[in-house]
């Protein structure tokens, strides 16, 4: 079985989406500022769009790799894979493609948690102004890494898969013990 150069390019343009919504959720985190009024200081937040950008990459990539996983039966359902090489680079991409997979789904995750989390509490004017936490930079964008990493992985996980897929079926010969009568 071939590889699919209409599933190729499917992923290809999902795992696109998916890093230009974690660039752009880099570029748009939310920021603070400290606003006094005549009794307390508070945190103003901008707009809270970066929440929603790393939840589409988030759901972009998750989409992605399920695709990926669908059409290649997740290398553990189906039929033996053919040894050598192909086989062998389809297990260690397989691997890496879900390791890379994985930390590009925490860092969305997290980066999307931390941004749409905003302090809400108040200070005294006299006091020191509040802590007006925000989303550090660069947790987009080492998901946007991370998701460039996984789809280039999982691409090439899957053309390994196929050249290893082509229909091979193990030798059954029964070379177990009988426990009839000759």
């Known amino acids: 079985m071939p590889s699919s150069t209409l599933l190729l390019l499917v992923v290809f343009i999902i795992d696109l989406i998916a890093f230009a919504l974690a660039v752009a959720a880099e570029q748009r985190r939310a ?6 009024n005549a009794t307390s200081n508070y945190c103003v937040y901008e707009s809270d769009v970066a929440t929603g950008l ?14 990926v996983m669908f059409a290649s039966r997740c290398l553990c359902c189906g039929r033996a894979l053919r040894p050598g090489r192909p086989r062998t680079w389809a297990i260690v991409l397989f691997i890496t493609c879900w390791l890379t997979f994985f930390i590009a789904e925490v860092c969305l995750l997290a980066g999307s948690v ?7 509490y108040r200070t005294i004017v006299s006091q020191n102004p ?16 991370f998701i460039v990493f996984t789809g280039v992985l999982s691409e090439l996980y899957y053309v390994s898969y196929s050249r290893a897929d082509d229909g091979y079926l193990p030798n059954v010969r029964d ?7 000759l």
């Open 31 to 36: 920021s603070a500022t400290t606003t006094a």
């Open 54 to 67: 790393g939840v589409g990459s988030l759901l972009c990539l998750l989409a992605s790799q399920l695709l």
């Open 114 to 120: 931390k941004n749409a989390y905003h302090t809400k």
């Open 130 to 145: 509040p802590s007006c936490e925000t989303l550090r930079k660069g947790v987009f964008g080492a998901a946007a890494a």
């Open 175 to 181: 070379a177990g013990i009988r426990m009839g009568a």
